[in-house]
């Protein structure tokens, strides 16, 4: 079955940079596409970034220039780094494999990654 | 990128149909057929339920149906049930190639 197993709880200070993994398993990593998607406390859900199968890169406007998503395929594994950390970017990091085909949902969620941001 | 339009609350009661909308633009929901529809449990991460506008994943029950109008979308639960209590997320390609979330309804079964 498809697996998405994300790196575990992070606290940073303002200003530092941060990286979370989403280790992939059940289906070929080459083969879709990777998102990123966050949840500041209490908030919705805000779209990120994603990674395509020739590791060609879209980012949301807010993000391009400060949010790096990169993959490695030797380890089924995709990452997502977020510099210049602000309190406001505490929040839930979650990576979400897309569907099958053109479809541009998301088919399958990492369990999230709690990034706080706190002097 | 704005956020797609979801109504903050609904509810009703078991056994009712309830209905959320999603509006969004020209350079999202209303060009493309690729809405999708997500919930999300306190502390959980979010499950897919509709994609494409109106299909639904393997193993979502048929209660759960989507449908579009021009930049409007919508998600219709049926028979509900007091575990269909959480929040529920719209979710739309866009003309850039992106994705964009609307900002969440939260569904209370009374």
């Known amino acids: 079955q498809v697996q998405l197993v994300q790196s575990g709880t992070e606290v940073k200070e303002p200003g530092a940079s941060v990286k979370v993994s989403c280790k992939a398993s059940g289906y070929s990593f080459t083969d879709y596409y990777m998102h990123w998607v966050r949840q500041a406390p209490g908030q919705g859900l805000e779209w990120m970034a994603w990674?395509?199968?020739?590791?060609?890169?879209n980012y949301a406007q807010k993000f391009q220039g400060w949010v790096t998503v990169t993959r490695d395929t030797s380890i089924s594994t995709a990452y997502m780094e977020l510099r210049r950390l602000k309190s406001d970017d505490t929040a839930v990091y979650y990576c979400a494999r897309g569907l099958a085909g053109s479809s541009p949902g998301f088919e399958h969620w990492g369990q999230g990654t709690l990034v706080t941001v706190s002097s | 990128q704005s956020a797609l339009t979801q109504p903050a609350s609904v509810s009703g009661s078991p056994g009712q149909s309830i209905t959320i909308s999603c509006t969004g633009t020209?350079?999202?929901?209303?060009?493309?057929?690729?809405v999708s529809w997500y919930q999300q449990y306190p502390g959980k991460a979010p499950k897919l339920m509709i994609y494409d506008v109106s299909n639904r994943p393997s193993g979502v029950s048929n209660r759960f149906s989507g449908s579009k109008s021009g930049n409007t979308a919508s998600l219709a639960i049926s028979g509900l049930q007091a575990e269909d209590e959480a929040d529920y997320y719209c979710s739309s390609y866009t003309s850039s190639s992106t994705r964009v979330f609307g900002g969440g309804t939260k569904l209370t079964v009374l």
């Open positions: 020209s350079s999202d929901v209303g060009t493309y057929n690729y």
């Open positions: 990674i395509n199968p020739d590791s060609g890169t």
